[in-house]
């Protein structure tokens, strides 16, 4: 300890702010790589969850310890416990369906139980397994299904069921095919109902495929569709991005009925024959008067006045029946009038004769066939009118706007981008470290040797950096170089000339430094005592 504080005590203030500023940004560094060690990576767990569910699966958390975050009304948990806790989870039913099926009337006994409880429990339950049949949908994330039964009331009569679908699609509106398909599956499960009695109703979109809404686009339908037909069938022959094609159709807005009825006088057929024959015959004796002469013999008695006839009649009646034809023609609103398709198809490029690139267009071959292609798929009909525009010219190339998305060298590598920022943290608190903080001490504990004392000013002190500069000077040693001084100009000190003396006699200096000691006994002990104590000062 009392090393460190001589150690900064000893540092200039530019490099105490560098190892402070230093040692609270290692500091930081070391909290946060702490936090991100200990702060689990947070999947989904379950999203789009009411209030309920959601709090029985936080409540089920809780319990067991793991670590969640709430956002919004999704909950994350551990990517490394996430799997596992679903199936947990599931296992104890959670999270519970808020729409509940047919579970409703296990709860029923048989002791207390009215018919109008059991019949409101059973169509609640049929509304529950509807609406969870519903939600299977992908495309659907919410739905509640309500039924209108009339019940067994023999009082009315002429009373239908009906039922309302409510449903909040994923992506926006929802198509009225599937509305359509939701229809008939309500319709299919409530005995009695139809589909035209069922309303499906989009929480964005308001009422989708109502019976009394016209499909007004239904010709944009058709040429989307017949769009797309034609150019999937000419981009296999002329590549992606080389054909263009606009379809037209007129269709038919208005509902028409036509009846026609058509007699054939020349197909005739006889269906029945009726022959009739009459025969009539009288006859007349004459004379009925009695006279005198009828009574004589041979008077005018005895002649006779008789008459007789015959008549025999033919009828035949023969029946035909005259060939007719009748029919009746109803044409609803969508019905084709009229198709118009224009194509265009990018040419070639070639080489000119003097090597040049040049347009080259598609030959006639080459776009007969293509004509029959596209007449084909659209269903061309000559009779009503249908047009076919096919072209062959130069496409105008399009620079890109933007740049072209591509992977990442991270990605295409397949390495965790924050494994490798972590790496990247430790590395520089590693290099912090060692360059503003261990270097530094280092360099200090190896600066502790023997202080060089200041030279002296004038000459001697530039004759000493000079020396020490090039590395070929001696090192101070502590003694006095007398070889440049004048010895006689120097002032008389205290014991010099003594000193003096006793080298010129040829004394020895060590006799002489032990008389002095004996002589002065307390004042080298003092000296002694304070060698001593600052050499342990200085360990």
Known sequence: MQNIATLWTALDPRKRIIIVLAGVAIFAAIVG?????????????????????????????????????????????????????????ASEGLPTNSSQGYELLDSLSGFGTTSQMFDAA????????????????????????????????????????????????????????????????????VAGLTADDVSVIDSSGGLIGGAEEAPSNVGEDRSDTMRQRVERLLEARVGPGNAVVEVSVDTVKTTEMIREKTIDP?????????????????????????????????????????????????????????????????????????LSVAVLVNGTLGLDDSGAQTFLPRPEAEMSALRELVASAVGFDEARGDVITLKSLQFEPLAALGTSAQPSLFASLGLDVMSLIQAAVLGLVALILGLFVIRPVLSQSQGQGPMALAAPRGDGASAIQAASSSGTGDALTGEIDTSDMDEASLPVVSGRSAIAASHEAGEDPVARLRGMITDRQEETVEILRSWLEGEEENA
């Open 33 to 89: 790589l702490s936090r991100m060690a200990t702060t689990p990576s947070l999947n989904l767990l379950y999203a789009g969850l009411e209030s309920g569910p959601a709090g029985e699966v936080v409540r089920a958390l809780e319990q067991r310890g793991v670590n969640y975050e709430v956002r919004g009304g999704a909950i994350f948990v551990d990517s490394a416990q996430r799997d596992t806790l679903r199936m947990t989870l």
């Open 122 to 189: 059973y169509w609640r339950a049929k509304e529950g397994e509807l609406a969870r049949t519903i939600i299977a949908n992908p495309s659907i994330i919410a739905a509640r299904v309500h039924i209108a039964n009339t019940g067994s009331n023999p009082f009315q009569r002429d009373v239908r069921p009906t039922a309302s679908v409510m449903i909040t699609s994923s992506g926006g509106e929802l198509p009225a095919k599937h509305a359509k398909a939701l229809k008939f599956l309500v319709a299919s499960a």
């Open 266 to 338: 020349d197909s005739r057929v006889a269906i029945s024959t009726d022959t009739e024959e009459r025969t009539n015959s009288a006859s007349d004796e004459g004379g009925g008067d009695v006279t005198v002469a009828s009574n004589l013999p041979d008077g005018d008695g005895a002649g006779s006045d008789s008459s007789s006839s015959q008549t025999n009649e033919t009828r035949e009646r023969v029946n035909y029946e005259v060939s007719q034809t009748e029919r009746e023609i109803t044409q609803a609103p969508g019905a084709i009038k009229r």
